[in-house]
Structures are given as C-alpha cells and as structure tokens.
C-alpha cells in the first residue's frame, strides 16, 4: 500500500509570546532536518506575522487557530481568510471543539468558515469529535457524521481539498487518548463519508487530536486511516513534538 505523507500540526491554543514563540521554532527548526511527513503549527492570530518571518524558508507551514466566516466589513473581533492569506497562512483550524463549545459555533457556522478558507487558498482543517456523555449514549458516529455532513454539503466541489481533525473531546486536555482502535473506528466512518461524496477521499488527510503525545503518537499513526495528528499541549514542548514528527516519519512506507 502506498502511504501519504503524514500532517503532524501543532495548535498552540492561546498560549506563547514574543520570546517563546521565537524559542519554539528556534528549537523546532534545529530538530526538525527535512522531515518526511508535513508539519503545521496554528499559532494565536496577534503572532501571525511573527511566526510567518520565524518559519520562512523552512518546512514549517504556517496555520491559524479560526477564520471569520465573514468576507470582510463590521465584525468587531474577527479575522478574515484574506488576513490571514496576507501572512501566508496555509492551514487554518474551524470549528475546533473549544470554538463549538465557548463560542457557540454550530454546524452551519463551520462550513461557512471552511468555505471561506478554501475561497482564500487556505485549507481548512475542519475538527469534529464527540463529548463523554455522547460517547457513553452510543451517539458517536451520529454526532462527527452530522459535524462533517454540514461541510460537504455546502463544499462540495471542493471538499477534496480540505483536511479532517477527529479530536473527542473527553481526550482533548485530559490525558486520557482515544485508543488506536476507537480512533481508527471514528476515522473509517469518517472516510467513508467523505468517500460517498468525492472520489479523492483516499487522499483527504485524517488527523487524530486528543492528548496526542510523544509517547502514543506512533501507535496511533500506524493505523491506516490515521493520516497525523493535531496536537495540543505537547506542541508546546520542541523535544515533544518533534518527537511526534519523528514518529509519523517512522509510520511512513
Ligand atoms: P491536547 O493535545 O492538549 O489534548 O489538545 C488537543 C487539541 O485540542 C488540538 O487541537
């Protein structure tokens, strides 16, 4: 079987500053050599700019944590998917959980966001993912199928272009990851799905989110429908991540 190149993208959440951020990729681009999988991070939005100048000329590609799904005008707050082209942005997070679940962010409001992004050039790594209290009623597959249904259905001509984070949030922050196998059975219906609506769902990249560390990354990317990994609190660390990087490196053919 012929493997794709992994995505190993770090989402900073709101964390960093001028100097750790500087730090970071200092350290990350001393580890990181030329590395066979793609590597993202999402950073704050005040830092755009600082990152673009830290990851110029390296493997590093720049990625936003959230997208208006406004073109432009009086949206107090907001950040626009032109904006965030402006600083060569290449990834951008909609609908992550903490967007969902704070911000009040629906089904709907995500596709928007996707749509936008890809109007923009910007791939969207659209996130879905279940609570405990889903999991536990037997609702998991109902809840990501309607999450991703409500992106293809209004990108649909495009929806080979995006990319698909499955992060449950009982795993997000807490430690506690999905297994390989409960991750691997999320991400085959995922595919599936995406596969009912495109021909190149084959090529759609799978990300697993959710405690995600240096320690289980390799087991989960050694399943076949897990594609990388998008990475929360162990992004924060270089030694860490780049671990993760080196081990979707070593699940590639
Ligand atoms: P953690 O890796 O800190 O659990 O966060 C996962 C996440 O939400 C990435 O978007």
Redesign the pocket.
Known sequence: MTQKKKLIAG?W?MNGGLQANAALIHALREGLGAPACGVAVAVPAPYLAQVQALVAGSAIALAAQDVSQHEAGAFTGEASAAMLRDFGTRYV?VG???RRQYHGETDAVVAAKAQRALAAGITPIV?VGETLEQREAGQTEEVVKRQLAAVIEINRDRIGDIVV?Y?PVW????GRTATPEQAQAVHAVLRGQLAAATEQAARIPLLY?????ATNAAELLAQPDIDGG??????LKAPDFLQIIAAAHHCQA
Do not use: D
């Open positions: 989402n959440k997070l992550h959980s903490e996130c984070a992060e795993a997000i922050g807490t989110g959710g405690s995600m560390n998008l990475v929360g609190g162990a992004s």
